[in-house]
């Protein structure tokens, strides 16, 4: 969700009012997944490398995140939506914690849907994260190196149980996935477009969407009607 401090200052505005809109684009994006029946979506709202940003800033960022959790937390009810986070939320300042623990717990029955933050989330963390379980499993006798597979490592990610990701799609202009889902990506169709995040609205949603379509998705094979 990328462009937020571009698109405030263009506009003369402080960088935190970017964020502050980009919380509103957050649900209506949610929103029109639903019209399309995708079920699982995943937002990069915060990155381990954001820490380096003005601590007022981060500040801000986590404030919006907690008023958007309490102000649409009933409304992932209403939809039936899981809300899950990946990442270290350790980090996180308390009150933000406490906040996301309660979405987590009031939406864990939730079937429809699943709503997954990705906070203090990096990449390359979440498999060195994941490679430290496996390795503590082997030598706790749990788990046999022979046995170890790609299905292991899925397991061991902040996304277990999420299928992979099918569409990428990274606003602003960057091009360039930034640490994100590295290995939930391996397969994902990848959209990059110039429309900053705050401006990412349902014209902008459904280009994506066709461009989507568009796409011959091979998965290392060969068209049918080149077979």
Sequence with gaps: MDGNGRWAKERGLP??????????????????????????????????ENW?????????????????????????IKDGT???????????????????????ELTKDCKNFVFNICLNYGGKEELTRATKLIAQEVVDGKLSIDKISEQTVEDHLYTAGLPNVDLLVR???EIRISNFLPWQLCYAEMIFTPVKWPDFKYEPFLDCMKEFNRRNRRYGGLDNEKA
């Design 171 to 173: 606003t602003s202009g």
């Design 52 to 76: 380096k940003r003005p601590k007022a800033e981060i500040n801000h960022l986590f404030r919006y995140l907690e008023i958007f959790f309490k102000k649409e937390i009933n409304k992932l």
């Design 15 to 48: 960088r935190h009012l970017g964020h502050k809109e980009a919380c509103n684009r957050i649900i209506e994006v949610f929103d029109y997944c639903k019209e399309f029946d995708i079920k699982v979506m995943s937002f990069y709202a915060f990155s381990t």
């Design 82 to 104: 899981r809300v899950m986070i990946s990442g270290d939320v350790s980090r996180l300042p308390e009150k933000t914690q406490k906040t996301i623990a309660r979405s987590i």
